[in-house]
């Protein structure tokens, strides 16, 4: 009942037009039932009356064969063939207005489905692009991609062919019992006889299959992230000759993906044939007994050739049940795919939005503490102060796991502390709004991201209405413009592939800090941004950076010294503790853990000079 609900939840607004496609194809099924009462009538009552010479009358017995008697021409013995042709064009008429029924269902049900597709596609994405980003840090993109893409399909198709068809197989079933009840209530429940066990098998059926398409969905998904992160990282791949372990991976995986095919299709093995033996040994039963029926006056010719018509009615949703149950099991795993998706609580948005006010940059953390879920045991950050005055260029400094991404992302509000505060102007960061808090920082990521697109795109992702001047205005600050237009034949309009793979790695950091150098941000954050670059090119960077910089609170994470010295002061960390903090000249004198790093890196660089001497 719970997927019914959501059924109805994805179908929207449109799930009306499917009851009204049901309504029609109700019509369409009543419509249909005329047709073997024809059938009988021209048996037993007008060849009967031809064959008799006109001596035995054409007498209605009920009200449908009244019906059919009053459009009828008047029954002459000279004119047959006019009641015939008459008969033909009633049978004409009652086929096309069943056919204009069904046609408008199916119509109403294709226009419907695809446009409720189109609403959960839209859903569906702008909800994932709402999580936060704790969830995408737990979820493989290739198993977001499958259930986006694969699991949509699957309740496009049932939605298309089975929502309105449960309808189709109810009528015809329920009118084809009346009719057959009308002639003769016996062999009617004798023609429906195997009904309540074939209801069970496939009932059994349907938990079955739906537990093991569950397993085999969710092999799916791990196929899915095997090609997605091999495709993500052919360099990889290719660079330490690896291709051959990564078909291996491939193929075991598809191995046990086909293992659960294997088991489904072994069920349908045991369950088709067993159906179809039910269902035929019923028309044979429904044959049999409608003879011995016959023979013993107990039914008419035409009754028993309506009677048998009306049990092919009735087989048919027989038969279609187990194809529906088939659908609806692997459509409720679908169903359930996806409202795990649409059921993960989506990152709140809310708080005070400021419009194009800019932030002036004063920043303090009071007390901060943070651990990543998972990780109670030990704290990211450890009750963490200190306090950044507006314009001030601020350096985090530390070993790996330190703590200086962290604290980028508790700015940004990508987490919330778990205690102590953030304040970003003297106001708490959680009571400004995400969207705004966001839009007026600038950040430059130590792994450079673009998008499949023209280099020009990517510089103007943040502003896309930028002028084709602010954009190599950048691009020059960033040293990427001489590359740009020298080395690319397309200069801006170059594109970088996926991932800027035709770009190498110091080509990309320069484009992202581009990027953000155009979007001018209210407080800059360069997270290891250079580290791809060359020491000549990042002093270029450098210099060009310090005119942009100024009047701008500026965080900057880096490893090598020489790109902090000139910083207003640096943050040592370690273990998510403040150690030492200071200007370089005052952490030089401090003779501690930043002396021991500086000492580390400059005896390294005179070995290389001596080596390279």
């Not at 009538?41 to 009356?49: M, S």
Request: net charge neutral; charged share 25%.
């Amino acid at each position: 009942m719970n997927n019914l609900k959501r059924l109805f939840q994805i179908l929207g607004r449109w799930r009306w037009y499917y009851m009204l496609s049901g309504i029609l194809l109700i019509l369409a099924t009543f419509i249909r039932m005329l047709e073997p009462k024809i059938l009988q009538v021209t048996v037993d009552k007008v060849i009967v009356y031809y064959q008799s010479g006109g001596k035995i009358l054409y007498v209605p017995d009920d009200a449908l064969t009244v019906f059919l008697y009053s459009v009828l021409p008047e029954f002459k013995i000279e004119s047959p063939g006019i009641i015939l042709v008459s008969l033909g064009i009633i049978f004409l008429i009652i086929s096309l207005l069943r056919g204009l029924f069904s046609f408008s269902s199916s119509a109403i049900t294709a226009s419907s489905t695809e446009k409720a597709t189109k609403n959960l596609r839209l859903r569906l994405f702008s909800h994932i692009q709402a999580l936060p980003l704790a969830y995408h840090s737990k979820t493989p993109t290739g198993e977001l991609v499958q259930r986006c893409t694969g699991d949509v399909e699957t309740l496009r198709k049932f939605a298309a062919t089975q929502v309105v068809e449960v309808i189709r197989m109810m009528a015809l079933f329920t009118g084809a019992f009346i009719m057959m009840s009308s002639i003769n209530l016996t062999y009617a429940f004798v023609s429906v006889i195997f009904v309540p066990v074939i209801l069970i098998g496939t009932i059994l059926f349907f938990k079955k299959e739906s537990e093991i398409w569950t397993e085999h969905e969710k092999r799916q998904d791990k196929l899915a992230v095997i090609v997605q992160e091999n495709l993500s990282g052919i360099r990889v791949v290719k660079a330490f000759a690896k291709e051959n372990f990564e078909i291996d991976k491939f193929t075991k995986q598809n191995i046990e993906k086909r293992k659960w095919g294997l088991k489904l299709n072994k069920l349908h093995r045991i369950y088709w044939p067993s159906s179809d033996f039910l269902v035929h040994t019923q028309i044979a039963i429904s044959i049999f007994f409608g003879g011995y029926l016959t023979l013993n006056n107990q039914l008419t010719v035409g009754e028993y050739t309506a009677f048998y018509t009306y049990s092919m009615l009735v087989t048919w949703p027989m038969r279609r049940l187990g194809q529906l149950v088939s659908d609806m099991g692997m459509a409720t795993v679908a169903i359930n795919r996806i409202f795990s998706i649409l059921e993960t609580e989506q990152e709140n948005y809310e708080g005070k939005s400021f419009s194009e006010e800019k932030l002036k940059g004063d920043i303090e953390f009071r007390d901060v503490s943070f651990n990543y879920e998972g990780s109670e045991k030990k704290r990211v950050l450890n009750e963490i102060s200190f306090k950044v005055k507006a314009g001030e260029k601020i350096a985090l400094l530390g070993p790996t796991g330190a703590g200086k991404t962290t604290i980028i992302s508790l700015l940004l509000r990508f987490f919330d502390p778990d205690s102590g505060k953030i304040l970003i102007d003297g106001i708490d960061s959680v009571k400004y709004s995400k969207e705004y808090l966001r839009s007026r920082f600038g950040v430059v990521l130590q792994k450079p991201f673009l998008f499949s697109t023209s280099i020009k795109d990517n510089i103007s992702y943040a502003k896309p209405d930028s002028h084709i001047d602010e954009v190599v205005e950048a691009a020059g600050a960033a040293r990427i413009h001489d590359i740009i237009t020298e080395v690319f034949p397309d200069s801006y309009e170059t594109i970088v592939g996926e991932k800027g793979v035709t770009l190498s790695g110091g080509q990309k950091q320069r484009v992202t800090i581009a990027r953000t150098l155009l979007k001018d941000p209210d407080i800059l954050i360069l997270d290891d941004s250079t580290s791809a670059i060359d020491s000549e090119t990042e002093f270029e960077i450098q210099r060009k950076l310090r005119k942009l910089m100024k009047g701008k609170t500026t965080f900057i994470i880096a490893h090598r010294i020489t790109s902090i010295q000139d910083c207003d002061r640096i943050i040592v960390l370690d273990k998510g503790n403040i150690l030492e903090e200071g200007t370089h000249e005052e952490l030089v004198k401090n003779n501690g853990f930043y002396k021991k790093i500086l000492d580390i890196q400059v005896s390294i660089e005179e070995e290389i000079d001596a080596e390279v001497s």
